[in-house]
């Protein structure tokens, strides 16, 4: 019998909220890593990349939480690959940001743009391997703030994150 891993608990979460919540994906296509998705809707085509973290960074403030991605060389590499063979479809990004009961869990979902601007893949100037994309929640706000290493959270003292809708994913 097969063994079921985290990863399948937490991309099988999105893939329930997406088909409960009236996204009727006709197509499935997974790929050989598992975590990339090929779908169709009836507002168009899409190539649907996911990543999650199992537990969000340790905040002194109980009512911000925040989860940090880290993406690799080789994976950077992938989401530029990806964006070359797109042909037609919207390349999206679904970031799970797991907690301890599942059930409490968020989806970011960004477009290629932001995924770019956030890990600074325009920045010709960068030089180190590390890329990181962060998704903070703060209670009673609109939507999740995302961030990275391309990206500063605050500019002189202000706000510089790109802020999402938290039901993005059931726009599509």
Sequence with gaps: MPKLTRADFYYGSLLSLMLSNGVKPPLFEENEERRIYLFTTNKGDYLL?????????KRENKDVQLWQFSFSGDEVQKIKELKEKEQGKELLFALIC??????????AVLKFDEVVDCLGLNND???NESYR??????KNAKGLRVYGNGRDEKINGKDNTIKIERDRILGI
């Design 49 to 57: 990349y996911m990543k999650y973290v199992s537990s969000r960074t």
């Design 98 to 107: 797991g907690k301890q009961e599942l059930k409490e869990s968020e989806i």
């Design 125 to 127: 100037e960068r030089t």
């Design 133 to 138: 994309i962060s998704i903070r929640y703060e």
